[in-house]
């Protein structure tokens, strides 16, 4: 049990798609001027993963070597098919507001690397909590940073109005650009973080490791 929370873990914090492993930045960064599209677009890319993943664990052990590639990217293609499908008919204003990075799942290297290095060679009990993991951990990280965008850049929060009337929208954080500060600060962060507890932990080793006060065999002072 606790090897498959190690597994969830790794995709939230230090195998984070986004923050660690930079990958699947382009359609991360471009969806994230709202709150709702970086919730949609994290949920839509963990079901195709998560599918994605599973299905390929089930039959790894059938599909050759030769032509494993191209059955990776028909499979990751169905379940983005059905989700963008999915997202047109319950959801359509959601869906026109994300638009062409639905479909542009099935190339997104991030479900394409997963399933290749992970997938094809582990246990159906082992793809659920990493794809799980690194779903959830590119969610988080697309809604924090939609949450920032959307409050300096609109000043609401899901369409609802959090800062008052006399605040003037940001409109950098709205563009491009506002993206890629928005994820270097959170880059920052996530770097100081790990800094500072490089050092706690260093300064923990050091002080476990330093000898006690020990008297001399001979009992000299």
Not at 33 to 51: D, E, K, P, Q, Y
Not at 53 to 78: G, H, M, T
Not at 148 to 173: C, D, H, N, T, W
Not at 177 to 200: D, H, Q
Request: glycine share 10%; net charge positive; with cysteine.
């Amino acid at each position: 049990m606790k090897r498959f929370f190690v597994i969830f873990a790794n995709g939230l914090v230090k195998e984070n798609p986004l923050l660690i492993l930079m990958i699947g930045l382009c359609s991360s960064l471009a969806v994230t001027t709202a709150v709702a599209n970086g919730i949609g677009m994290g949920l839509s890319m963990t079901f195709v993963l998560l599918m994605s993943e599973v299905v390929i664990s089930l039959f790894r052990k059938l599909i050759p070597d030769s032509i494993r590639i191209p059955v990776f990217i028909i499979v990751i293609a169905a379940f983005t098919t059905v989700i963008d499908y999915v997202l047109k008919a319950w959801f359509p204003d959601l869906s026109r507001a994300m638009g062409v990075f639905i479909p542009l799942i099935v190339v997104n290297c991030i479900i394409m690397g997963r399933v290749e290095s992970f997938a094809s060679k582990r246990s159906l009990a082992e793809v659920i909590p990493d794809a799980l993991g690194m779903g959830l951990g590119y969610t988080w990280v697309l809604v924090g940073i939609s949450l920032i965008r959307e409050i300096l850049g609109a000043g609401s929060v899901l369409g609802v109005q959090v800062l008052p009337s006399s605040f003037q929208p940001v409109l950098f954080f709205v563009l491009p650009p506002g993206g890629f500060f928005v994820f270097a600060l959170f880059n920052a962060f996530n770097l100081f973080i790990k800094s500072r507890l490089k050092t706690a932990r260093t300064g923990t080793e050091t002080g476990s490791a330093s000898p006690g006060h020990c008297g001399s065999a001979g009992g000299q002072p």
